[in-house]
């Protein structure tokens, strides 16, 4: 067997900077707020910490539309304040990962302010223009991704550009060799500055089509959402070999990109010794609730057959990187409600549902990712009106509702269910005002529960969920059973039960079994081969080989096949 990476035996901290820390009274995170908190980190096994944008931005999207792609924004700090961040990690044996957005930048962007000038400007062709329609129309029916067309005129050329996302994000033309070359010296910047590695955003999305055509409407606004017409292009794979030849090669960095629609079938593609990134985020157990897209009029919120249905994927990608490629482990990030509140019903144990999933995160084969405040057991918020939220998104979403026909207050507990803002509500650190986060206004309102769910209360609570993370990240981290976890088979036992999701990591003769059961019922099971084995870590204490009690977790170690 090929010795495992260093990122591929580690734990990996998503950091939303904005909601973090903020030493400066702003109310809003900075980079020096991630360099206070590096050795908390460290208590979660912690050994990159991926930081989304803190470049220059206009914050539209929070960041995720840039205007200069080796600057840092002034909220966050400065260039110094980054260097030290990236050297403080350094010598903590924590490599700060980059967020890379290059599927679009901001309109403030000076290489768009240049295009959107004149059709003769130096950057004319580095974004996606097109002439309107006869009747002046946009191109096409396209509707970004975060609602209304995915264009946007403008006067000047009298032309319209393409955005994916919002207006503000205008979409880059990759098929530019000199917009390629650009994107990828910034790159190279951030390799220079010492960084561990790069999340890419919204990539699949980088390829378009050679003819631009209207889609068959999928809502009565007679648009069609943008990823089912331009995702995973082919020809991107050749854009994406370009840029890790460029980039990544001979680095000892990781890679993971959002791969948004990519199927575990596809992956070898995508990542592993042949393909063009390390990991992929794919969103096969984030989207279940979205049959048709992500549109959240049509989803089907919380059902039982939920559970099934993740078993089912998160098998499929642990199957899917057996031999290829590698895979992120993530059940938060901050584009996704908060885990305790997606995976169980309204009435479930919610700190149990948080040990539940610490449970899976830390035992499932590939890199956890842990999301700012998952490790708290974080649950999702309710505003009471749509003008409380941030999230472009929700804004989006929430008058696509109402066009089609919803009333405010459905509309309203669609967002409170989807709003990207239940993950990005202020860090929780200590009992006291704003919950430590900040000593001005927090951006955000900070969660109502914040005494009872911070880092300060749950250190202090061997019970708490933050207690029970780290004890996991020591068992994931070091001795015979890391050794499982880390490089271990996986096989998914118990198949066809509909509320256990139970799994066994073998390497050798030992192995590590892992239940969980996602219902609120008593639950029964039949695995022999577990007779011989020892419980190290337990969600409830006094756990019992043949059954589950509500929402418990369970994982035991045992020699391999005993019994079967
Ligand atoms: C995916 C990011 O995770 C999300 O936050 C952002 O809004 C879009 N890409 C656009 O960059």
Redesign the pocket.
């Known amino acids: 067997m090929k010795d495992l990476k260093w990122w591929q035996k580690t734990n990996v901290y998503q950091v939303y900077p904005k909601s973090f820390l903020d030493t400066t009274g702003s109310g809003t995170g900075d980079l020096n707020g991630v360099t206070a908190k590096l050795d908390y980190l460290k208590t979660l096994g912690v050994g990159a910490v991926w930081l ?1 944008p803190v470049y220059p931005s206009p914050m539209v ?2 960041g ?1 539309d840039i205007a200069d792609f080796t600057g840092i924004d002034p909220s966050y700090g400065t260039m110094a304040d980054m260097e030290r961040l990236i050297a403080e990690a350094k010598e903590r044996h924590i490599s700060i990962v980059m967020d890379l ?1 290059y ?2 930048t901001s309109d403030k962007h000076p290489w768009f302010v240049d295009s959107a000038a004149s059709r003769d400007s130096a950057h004319a062709d580095w974004y996606i223009w097109r002439d309107a329609k006869p009747n002046g129309e946009p191109p096409t029916n396209w509707r970004s ?1 975060f609602g209304g067309s995915a264009w946007t005129w403008c006067e000047a050329r009298q032309q319209y550009y393409l955005h994916t ?1 919002a207006s503000a ?1 205008p979409d880059l033309n990759w098929e530019n060799p000199a917009v390629r070359q650009a994107l990828y010296e910034a790159a190279n910047f951030w390799l220079g500055k010492g960084v561990g590695g790069f999340r890419i ?2 990539i699949v999305y980088i390829k378009k089509p050679p003819v631009f055509a209207d889609g068959e409407p999928d809502s009565d606004d007679g648009m069609v959402n943008v990823h089912s017409m331009i995702a995973n292009t082919p020809g991107i794979l050749d854009f994406l070999h370009e840029f890790k030849d460029k980039v990544f090669v001979g680095h000892d960095i990781f890679t993971v990109a ?1 791969a948004n629609g990519v199927e575990p079938k596809d992956l070898d593609k995508w990542v592993g010794d042949k393909g063009a990134f390390d990991m992929l985020f794919e969103f096969s157990h984030t989207t279940l609730e979205f049959p048709s897209g992500e549109i959240w009029t049509q989803a089907t919120g919380y059902t039982p057959n939920l559970i099934p249905r993740l078993k089912k994927v998160l098998t499929d990608s642990q199957k899917a990187t057996a031999h290829n490629g590698w895979y992120p482990i993530f059940f938060e ?3 996704q409600m908060r885990c305790v509140d997606h995976y169980f019903p309204a009435e479930a144990d919610k700190k149990l549902a948080a040990k539940a999933m610490a449970t899976l995160i830390m035992t499932l084969r590939g890199t956890p990712f842990i999301y700012e405040g998952q490790e708290l057991g974080l649950g999702n918020v309710a505003w009471s009106s749509i003008q409380d939220y941030n999230d ?2 929700s804004h989006g979403q929430y008058q696509l509702a109402l066009g089609e026909g919803k009333s405010e207050s459905e509309a309203l507990r669609l967002v409170h269910r989807y709003s ?1 803002d239940n993950a990005r509500t202020p860090m929780q650190w200590t009992s006291e005002k704003n919950a430590g986060f900040t000593a001005g206004h927090p951006w955000l309102p900070v969660h109502a529960d914040f005494r009872e769910q911070c880092v300060e209360s749950e250190s202090l609570d061997e019970n708490s969920v933050l207690s029970f993370y780290r004890r996991l990240a020591k068992l994931r981290m070091g001795g015979e059973v890391a050794e499982v976890l880390q490089r271990g088979d996986f096989a998914e036992l118990l198949p066809k039960n509909a509320s256990i999701m139970a799994f066994k990591r073998q390497l050798g003769t030992t192995a590590v079994y892992t239940l969980v059961n996602f219902s609120g019922e008593m639950r029964a099971y039949d695995l022999p081969e577990l007779t011989e084995t020892k419980a190290i870590s337990e969600s409830i204490t006094g756990s019992q080989v043949g059954r589950l009690r509500p929402w418990e977790a369970v994982v035991y170690v045992g020699k391999a096949g005993a019994k079967s």
């Open positions: 989304t999207d929070n995720y957005v599927n679009h991704i996302f994000q955003d919204a959002e990030n901050h584009d472009i998104s990207r």
